[in-house]
């Protein structure tokens, strides 16, 4: 039987946690335990996840960071917490995943050997794939997957002591996309996408109609940038970058009232992203973050 640790980080998202942890208990094969790792949250119900489940069937350990080092910093605490396993796999996804409850058991019927990174398929609430977290037509039992996001990904243990951590100073976004890369390039990792195996992405209904330019998109342009100078420094990747800036920049002004008033913060948004991407200025910046806008 597959041997497998699960792992969640979570921040100020108490009520999709627990559904995350119990989709979690819930499956036909249990993890050995899971790991919580908590950037922070400010909500005081987090204090008592401990006690909550002290007597579960699964051992739960809360590791609690001192500061909200954003979903990257969070995934680099989860990996280093999961290099320490003697578990075959760690099961890794965000506080916003509720897992079907055969998931594990759909992707243990498919041993392909050990350079495999297996993922399940995700869904919205309206039982839609989501092509956005894996960019391909899910068709019969198994499908070839040329990059993953972290949710719902099966990864061998060894993959992280070969491959290394997630760059934790990307602070949110593009830090899955980059590991992907590496697996690929440095741990000749394959991507297997299981289709029987489902997990529902509880991030709520897609934005319609007017909405504010937030402090995430400047991690997102700077991020993604940087990804490229490291593994796609070439004129194909600089190509992706120029249409990113130019669709980024194109959106704000094309579809002004979509961005409610916020066009200059957002085009600061962009500029500063792209500059510090290319320079590979990384960490917080204290002009786009939590709150901020």
């Known amino acids: 039987m597959i041997s497998y640790i699960a792992g969640i980080v979570t921040y100020n998202r108490y009520d999709k946690l627990l559904s995350a942890i119990e989709s979690l208990l819930n499956q036909t094969i249990l ?4 790991i919580v790792i908590d950037n922070a949250s400010t909500d005081v119900r987090y204090s008592n996840l401990k006690e909550q489940y002290y007597n579960s069937k699964v051992p739960i350990i809360i590791k609690r960071q001192e500061s909200n080092l954003g979903g990257s910093g969070g995934f680099t605490q989860l990996f280093k917490e999961a290099k320490k396993s003697k578990s075959e796999f760690l099961l890794l996804s965000d506080d916003d995943i509720v897992y079907h409850q055969d998931y594990v058991e759909q992707i243990s019927k498919h041993d392909l050997g050990k350079k495999h990174v297996y993922v399940g398929r995700a869904i919205d609430n309206k039982g839609m794939t989501l092509a956005l977290h894996y960019p391909v037509k899910f068709q019969g039992e198994l499908s ?6 972290f949710l719902g990904v099966l990864l061998p243990v060894i993959a992280i002591r070969e491959v290394g951590l997630p760059i934790a100073d990307f602070f949110i976004w593009e830090d899955d996309r980059e590991y992907a890369q590496r697996l690929e390039k440095k741990g000749n990792y394959k991507f297997v996408g299981v289709n029987k195996a489902v997990v529902f992405h509880n991030s709520g209904l897609a934005n319609i ?5 937030d402090w995430k998109t400047y991690y997102g342009i700077r991020n993604f940038i940087y990804r490229v100078k490291l593994h796609e420094n070439n004129i194909f990747g600089w190509n992706r970058v120029f249409w990113k800036l130019a669709k980024s920049i194109g959106v704000t002004f094309i579809l002004p009232k979509r961005y409610n008033g916020n066009i200059k913060y957002r085009i600061g948004q962009i500029f500063n992203g792209a500059v510090d991407g290319m320079h590979g200025k990384l960490g917080i910046n204290k002009k786009y973050f939590p709150g901020k806008r």
């Open 31 to 34: 993890p050995k335990y899971i």
């Open 144 to 149: 070839k997957i040329k990059t993953i996001t």
């Open 209 to 213: 109609g007017p909405v504010k330019s």
